[in-house]
């Protein structure tokens, strides 16, 4: 169970065009998700909450009108990078909540590997 | 703010046990974690403890948890080759839905 997947695994776009990562939870409803950002040999950081049927939080540094979060479904969320450049270049990351779990485990997805050109 | 240090690498002979340390700043923590994550893939959660626990054991994982001190460790026992991966520990913050993830430890196993 408690099973999180995202799409796509990588993709490789032109600077400027805008693009939309897409993270499930397969086996439940997950009414917050997670994204984070993650650089080479680095830790986690972590850029949004995304909340079902309200909008994200976003945390301090992160441009929201950049990285798009939409949390349309309780099996859905997608973080859509906006005007995207070789800076945004990373591996994203998301990951869910089981509701009622009381261990406040986060389940997280296999990743994108966003390279801009 | 929150902070969460873990030693950069660690490198143990296969067969042996690894001993990888974590320590914390925010006391208030409600759980914490241990994640793997292999490279280019997503983080698989080992096993969580509670606060107000020692010690967990699941299999060939041994948890510590030295609250006074705010230090974590997780023991594998009979470290295999399939072991190598990079190990984050993190924490909850009480009354947020956040994770704070640690630096990271790179475990390299050699035959």
């Known amino acids: 169970g408690a099973v999180v997947s995202q799409h796509p695994s990588w993709v490789i776009c032109k600077s400027g065009t805008s693009v939309k990562i897409e993270c499930r939870s397969l086996d439940f409803q997950a009414t917050t998700m997670f994204w984070y950002r993650q650089f080479p040999k680095q830790s986690l950081m972590l850029m949004a909450t995304s909340n079902e049927g309200s909008k994200a939080t976003y945390e301090q540094g992160v441009e929201k009108d950049k990285f798009l979060i939409n949390h349309a479904s309780l099996t859905l969320s997608t973080l859509t990078v906006t005007s995207a450049h070789p800076e945004d270049s990373s591996f994203y990351i998301c990951?869910?909540?089981?509701?009622?779990?009381?261990?406040?485990?986060?389940?997280f997805g296999p990743g994108t590997r966003l390279t801009v050109l | 703010g929150e902070d969460v240090e873990q030693s950069l690498f660690l490198s143990v002979r296969e067969g042996d046990s690894s001993v990888i340390n974590c320590t914390y700043t925010d006391s208030s923590s409600t759980y914490l974690y241990w994640y793997k994550q292999e490279p280019g893939a997503g983080l698989q959660l080992l096993t969580y403890i509670f606060s107000n626990m020692d010690m967990k054991q699941d299999q060939r994982l041994t948890v510590l948890l030295n609250k006074k001190d705010k230090h974590l460790s997780l023991r594998i026992a009979d470290t295999q080759t399939g072991d190598s991966a990079i190990y984050f520990c993190?924490?909850?913050?009480?009354?947020?839905?956040?994770?704070?993830f640690g630096t990271g430890t790179r475990l390299q196993v050699f035959p």
């Open positions: 993190a924490e909850s913050i009480k009354n947020t839905d956040k994770l704070i």
């Open positions: 990951s869910a909540r089981v509701p009622g779990d009381v261990t406040d485990t986060q389940y």
